[in-house]
């Protein structure tokens, strides 16, 4: 692990205002920002781990703890809400068996929930790893979720 955030802040010529970018790096490589790492980046850049911890913490986009290998959201903006957001959120709980906020324990899904994501013509909008799916529909979304590596077995319909 020393090596590879060695290396990741070695892209940035070990400078400090670039912390953003190197945890967005250390998160894409670990899949989450694990402890070691971050204290390695502490040491490496000569910055407080209280530092590195309020920046962890402050943005929504890093996680602590492991993330799945597939990052899903769906929106639930008032546009995506009158559109069936919760009915789509409800579905991929029951077929995940976790919450928004929660990783599956076998480490494939991550599921969150985002307020908007200003798409709204498109709602909802269920984000699968970057990747945005608008008009999203229980079947629609089975199909990726199947695509994804996931056994879906359900009798819903849109």
Not at 47 to 55: C, D, L, N
Not at 139 to 147: D, G, H
Request: proline content about 4%.
């Amino acid at each position: 692990m020393e090596d590879k955030v060695r290396e990741i802040i070695s892209k940035y010529d070990s400078d400090k205002a670039f912390l953003v970018p190197i945890l967005q790096d250390v998160q894409k490589e670990f899949n989450h920002l694990p402890h070691k790492a971050l204290h390695r980046v502490s040491v490496f850049l000569d910055v407080p781990i209280s530092r590195i911890y309020e920046v962890a913490t402050f943005y929504k986009a890093f996680s602590l703890t492991p993330r799945g290998d597939h990052q899903l959201t769906v929106c639930i903006g008032t546009a995506c809400h009158v559109r069936g957001a919760q009915n789509l959120t409800d579905h991929i709980e029951r077929i995940l068996g976790i919450k928004p906020g929660e990783t599956s324990g076998d480490l494939k899904f991550s599921f969150d929930t985002v307020n908007c994501v200003g798409a709204c013509a498109l709602g909802p909008i269920l984000e699968a790893d970057g990747d945005y799916h608008g008009k999203m529909t229980i079947s629609k979304s089975n199909k990726l979720l199947k695509k994804l590596g996931k056994k879906v077995v359900t009798d819903e319909e849109d």
